[in-house]
């Protein structure tokens, strides 16, 4: 009894680049290679400005490095989660923490007079009396 080459348990290579007609892609020839490849450079710069926030379209972004607390950082978390799941997209971290800003930006406070956290702790806290007396 001969032993003879035994061939694969599932088939033949539908990909193999054999002239046989089980081959179901045939090679590409050189006149097709006309389409130029998009350069790595121009789709990750276009990634990146895709995922840029764009609160503020007119005006340039710089990376800023921020700390924020565990609780605030949760609570960040808590609102990209529940905006994907209630709304099917969501709006990320850096827009929540940048509508902030401007919303901090916004208030009737001289930013310039305050000097210390606690000087801004007590200036929030005034803000914050004088709204409620105004909705009262």
Do not use: C, Y
């Not at 694969?8 to 045939?26: H, V």
């Not at 990750?44 to 340039?60: A, D, H, V």
């Not at 994907?84 to 923490?97: A, D, M, N, Q, Y």
């Amino acid at each position: 009894m001969a032993l003879g080459k035994k061939g694969s348990a599932l088939g033949k290579n539908p990909l193999s680049p054999s002239t046989s007609s089980q081959s179901i892609f045939t090679k590409t020839t050189e006149d097709t290679s006309e389409v130029k490849p998009t350069p790595r450079k121009a789709s990750s710069k276009s990634r990146i400005k895709n995922q840029e926030s764009r609160f503020l379209e007119s005006e340039e972004k710089e990376k800023v490095n921020l700390r924020l607390p565990i609780e605030v950082n949760d609570w960040l978390d808590d609102l990209v989660k529940q905006g994907k799941r209630l709304h099917g997209s969501k709006i990320p971290k850096e827009i929540w923490v940048q509508a902030a800003l401007e919303l901090f930006k916004a208030m009737p406070l001289n930013w310039q007079d305050i000097d210390s956290p606690e000087t801004l702790q007590a200036q929030l806290k005034s803000l914050e009396s004088r709204l409620k007396n105004q909705d009262s």
